[in-house]
Antibody, heavy 119, light 107 residues
Framework: QVQLQESGPGLVKSSETLSLTCSVS????????WSWIRQPPGKGLEWIGY???????NYNPSLKSRVTISVDTSKIQFSLKLRSVTAADTAVYYC?????????????WGQGTMVTVSS | DIQMTQSPYTLSVSVGDRVTITCRAS??????LAWYQQKPGKAPKLLIF???SLESGVPSRFSGSGSGTEFTLTISSLQPDDFATYYC?????????FGQGTKLEIK
């Protein structure tokens, strides 16, 4: 059974770059779409963007200017970079798999990793 | 962006109650809607996809209905494990958006 695990620094300084990795285990990264989603403390969910195993991406316009999602099929992982962070980027960051298609529900989620932006 | 509005924000309920949560989209999303359950400190769990299709392993007391702009999640007989926050999500087109959540509280 496919499992996802996020990893990366839990504390990032304001104006710097947040970098997270999602490792996929128990299955392949190929032929699937993979997303990053975040949730500020006590708030709702925000979709950040997705990547297809081939490298095709789609980003939320609200974050597009600061986001890069990449994939490394050899390491069976994909990554998120969010530049010029502020306190508003403090959140739990989740990686998730799309069921089948790009426009699809998220059927498998990582446990999430809390990232705090400090001044 | 498509705005998703859930109601109510919170719901005080008892074990055994029939629970209905509503989600409205700001424009038609056909039936490209999912429902998730989230417990404190945990990742969301997919319950329903394509508005009414039950995800594998999810108890049959959960059901979804609706199309276009109005959708509902129903729990036929609330169990103790169901106290959580529920989110709807549209995936008609990116950016995919979520409702603000509905929290089920113990009455």
């Amino acid at each position: 059974q496919v499992q996802l695990q996020e990893s990366g620094p839990g504390l990032v300084k304001s104006s710097e770059t947040l970098s997270l990795t999602c490792s996929v285990s128990g299955g392949s990264i190929s032929n699937d779409y993979w997303s990053w989603i975040r949730q500020p403390p006590g708030k709702g969910l925000e979709w950040i963007g997705y990547i297809y195993y081939s490298g095709t991406t789609n980003y939320n316009p609200s974050l597009k200017s600061r986001v890069t999602i990449s994939v490394d099929t050899s390491k069976i992982q994909f990554s998120l970079k969010l530049r010029s962070v502020t306190a508003a980027d403090t959140a739990v960051y989740y990686c998730a798999r799309h069921r089948y298609y790009d426009n699809d529900a998220f059927d498998i989620w990582g446990q999430g990793t809390m990232v705090t932006v400090s001044s | 962006d498509i705005q998703m509005t859930q109601s109510p924000y919170t719901l005080s309920v008892s074990v055994g109650d029939r629970v209905t949560i509503t989600c409205r989209a700001s424009q038609s999303i056909t039936n490209w809607l999912a429902w998730y359950q989230q417990k404190p400190g945990k990742a969301p769990k997919l319950l329903i996809f394509k508005a009414s299709s039950l995800e594998s392993g999810v108890p049959s007391r959960f059901s979804g209905s609706g199309s276009g702009t109005e959708f509902t999640l129903t729990i036929s007989s609330l169990q103790p494990d169901d106290f959580a926050t529920y989110y709807c999500q549209q995936y008609n087109n990116p950016p995919y958006t979520f409702g603000q959540g509905t929290k089920l509280e113990i009455k």
